[in-house]
């Protein structure tokens, strides 16, 4: 989805919820030029006022991103995967994090075992 797209969603949303360019500048604190800049795609979007947009227009980002509500999938409402993954994917970030201080470790333990084996080999070569 291009940002293009995302701006003529918005636009659509607008319109939809009776909602003036003069408003939503209003609502944003920037102002009208600006935000028709920003309808008109002579702007780029920045991901937190997606967010921010949805909030405003009382929508989903899902929406402004895909241009529809995905609120269902094959009869599961898109709210209970969130529920049910949602833990999955915190879990998932905290293994990641656990695993980075392990490599980081692992890495620290291979430097200090690389300069043992430095010393030694010195140590060696001035005894022979």
């Known amino acids: 989805m291009d940002n293009i797209s995302i701006k003529n969603n918005i636009r659509r949303i607008r319109k939809a ?3 003036t360019q003069e408003e939503m500048a209003h609502r944003l604190g ?4 600006a935000y028709r800049d920003f309808e008109k795609g002579g702007t780029s979007i920045v991901n937190g006022n997606i967010m921010k947009l949805a909030d405003l ?3 989903s980002t899902e929406e402004i ?3 529809y509500r995905p609120s269902q999938i094959e009869g599961v409402v898109l709210e209970d995967v969130r529920k049910e993954y949602g833990g ?3 879990t998932l970030n905290t293994r990641i994090a656990d695993l ?3 490599v980081n470790t692992l890495e620290e333990t291979i430097s200090s075992k690389n300069e043992i084996i430095k010393m030694l080999k010195k140590r060696l070569g001035e005894v022979e």
Do not use: F, N, P
């Not at 920037?30 to 030029?33: E, G, K, P, Q, Y």
């Open 17 to 19: 919820r009776k909602i």
């Open 88 to 90: 999955h994917i915190t």
């Open 100 to 102: 980075e201080r392990l």
């Open 30 to 33: 920037i102002s009208v030029t």
């Open 65 to 67: 991103v895909l241009g």
């Open 57 to 59: 227009l009382e929508t």
